[in-house]
């Protein structure tokens, strides 16, 4: 019986059956991954053309007036899924994203009524959303309760503090006009807050695909047990995706003041369904199988695109309700199709 | 060499023609024939990715087959059609790897679901007392220590196992084709042996057996017949009784495979790992010394705590009492995190639950331990990522399509191999393994002992938990064995064999003989 040798594992053992069974096993075509990929998409484009050429939708579809009100009227939504999205990485829900947004808008709002200034009145909208997510932060970590029961908990708690504040009115005048020209106007015709919700999209992608960080968040939703295993800081990690979650929430509801220049107390329900299940649809695109930022927005646009066009064509609230249920139950078979694929 | 099954014997139990299944551009099956006969054991061998899974899994009607064809007790079905209802009514009784059994019911209920059913009265009402009865015998024939009334889950994962092959066995033996995908995995030696035991009476009372098994021991202990595959395609169908070992394994995996051992005994290392009162769980106080350049093993029965040991030393278990020190500084060993920090490496036992990320990509997997070296000026450098990756792979020899594809995409000794490359990338002081060739072909596994003493031989220390005593003497340096907790006894290399191993660990230290 012969000992090991000095030199490496790899020029011990004959390759000759390693490579032919290598070049077997080259796995996925490209194409068909990159079909999976932008299926969505596809979807997205299909129905964009389908209300642009219906005939009782294609003349004011596509006027730059509708596309301009279509891109803006969802950045909202679309940020706050994005707050969403952190904490559903690592498999957690946040329910509190739609009344935490509504909490920041109210608090900026009556501050901005009051004198305060833009600047400070954003930070202000922020902090309020940071500090909520810290309350889930604990609550989950901490004390171990389910996020799902957490969250609709401090949400429900949250709604009425608004209430407090409110009392169910909503809030206007004195909004400054430097926020409500960013929330209602264009830059090189596209609506400003657009460009808000590029930045805040940005950012969540470089954090979750570029940092440590997100990689982190990424092996905690595989396999929790094994990312503990492998020095992760499970609750450490956990808790900053509701404290990330909440502050780009507050961010959302912010921007929400600047477009509508009040704050409506009950936004909070009317945030919550579209944003959550934008957060779950984007596993059905661009990263297929994962949660991701460009599936949030392929995800947020299609709903806005089938709305619009469902909107215009003077389509009854119920249609909208079967289109919506449809392509929610529909995006996410999709999402669990795709994600079934990643197995041999 | 070649059996030919049905001489004498009339009708096979089971033929299988042009079993074929691909995944994608990998044919996991190619056209695969072969016929049992009746009343015998049969062993399906191969090595990582031979298609004996998968084989198992198209018979169960669990994996859609792209053709052949099963011929079983005068009935002709197609495997593409075939599903679990189908395979079951055919007479094809499975236990498959991943076990259908369930903690929180109690032993006799899971010996009635999924096996003979509950006894009915009028109504459907269900008969207590008789279903109890019935576990009772079915205890008792398979001498499984358990009682009808206790919680499945309260049993270890050796008398689990048994239960829920006896669940498939009770009262219908000689029906049908008994197939066991690696049924002894994670069972210790005499477990293990009281399970072939049983295997080899029901063969004896005219049962047609089939088990998927890695384990040469085996194979020569109970199997009248051998069936071969490599690359997903059979090789041969030999009996064990006419061929040797090495002729076998060559079969299995196509080439010469040089055995590996300890050549000598540890160069005099510095002690590295000092554990002194160590308390955790179900094991301790235990005193242990570590020194450079040294693969320690750590034997004894389930439930002895030789995982809890290891655990423990990571951080994975909080300790109650004692110290752990490495390279002479005390480590803070309260969590996982720290344990790494300060050099130690955990290569866990279970990998689907504690140590794989199976939807994440090779690369992602690989760097998970090592991520902070790749953050640089706020980016991820994804080249020199991709770059080592590349590098991990071929030098451990893993077979991959591509580094993007999923973990789960690989088969699960090349799985293992990469949860061994993410540790050993970080250069460990100690490193810590339990059971690290479990469910991995003796090829795979020979690439992984060399990794090991690679590692050592550079100046870390290994501690090898296994329940595999002959893989223990072979590679380690010394053996402590574990009873109960307590180290009951540490056997050199010059003395270090299995037996010794084996009857360590099941001695009673009160009565241990000289």
Known sequence: MSGVSDSTVGSNVSQVSSESSRSRRRGRKPLRSYLEAYAFVGLLVLAFLFFSLWSKTAATFTSTANLQVLIGSNTVVAIVALGALIPLVCNEWDLSIGASATLAGVYAAQALVHGTTVP????????????????????????????????????IIITGVISLKTHGNTITGNIPSSLTNFGTLNWFGIPRPAFALAAVAGLVYYGLNHTPWGRYLYALGSNRSAARLVGIRTKLMIGTTFVVGGAICGAGGILQVAQSGSADPNLANTLLLPALAAAFLSAA????????????????????????????????????DFVNGTALIAGVGLAVRLGRRTEP | MTNNHTSGTGRPALAVTGATKAFGANQAVDDVSFELAPGQVHALLGGNGSGKSTLI????????????????????????????????????????????????????????????????????????????????????????????????????????AMVAISRVLFEREGEGVLLLDEPTASLPEAEVQLLLGALRRHAERGQTIVFVTHRLDEVYAVADNAILLRDGRLVDSVSPGAVSRTALVELMIGRAVEQVTRECGPQTGRPILEIEGLCAGPVGPVDLTLNTGEIVGVAGLVGSGRSSLLKAIFGALSTSAGSVRLDGKAVDNRTPRNAMRAGIAFVPENRADDAAFPELSLIENLSVTVTDKYWSRGRIRRRAERRDAERLLYDYLVKAGSLDDPLSSLSGGNQQKIVAARWLRRKPLVLLLDEPTQGVDVAARNEIYAVISHAVRQGSAALVASSDSEELSAICDRVIVLRRGRVVGEIQRGALTDKRIERLAHADPDEQAA
């Open chain 1, 120 to 155: 400070l009145a954003i930070l202000l909208a922020v902090a309020v959303g940071l500090l909520v997510g810290v309350v889930n932060a604990l609550l989950v970590t901490r004390l171990g309760v389910n996020a799902v029961i957490t969250t609709l908990g401090t949400s």
């Open chain 1, 285 to 320: 695109s661009i990263r297929p199988g994962r949660y991701n930022v460009g599936g949030v927005l392929v995800a947020v646009y299609f709903l806005a695109v089938l709305n619009s066009g469902l909107n215009l064509a003077g389509a009854a609230e119920y249609v909208s």
């Open chain 2, 57 to 160: 899994k198209m018979l169960a009607g669990v994996e859609h087959a792209d053709a052949g064809q099963v011929d079983i007790a005068g009935q002709a079905i197609a495997l593409a059609d075939m599903t679990p209802a189908r395979a079951e009514a055919a007479g094809l009784r499975f236990v498959h790897q991943q076990r259908s059994t369930f903690p929180e019911l109690t032993v006799a209920e899971n010996l009635a679901i999924g096996g003979p059913g509950f006894p009915v009265g009028r109504g459907g009402r269900v008969h207590w007392r008789e279903a109890r009865r019935r576990a009772q015998r079915a205890l008792e024939q398979f001498e499984i220590e358990a009682d009808p009334d206790q919680l499945l889950g309260e049993l270890g994962p050796a008398r689990q």
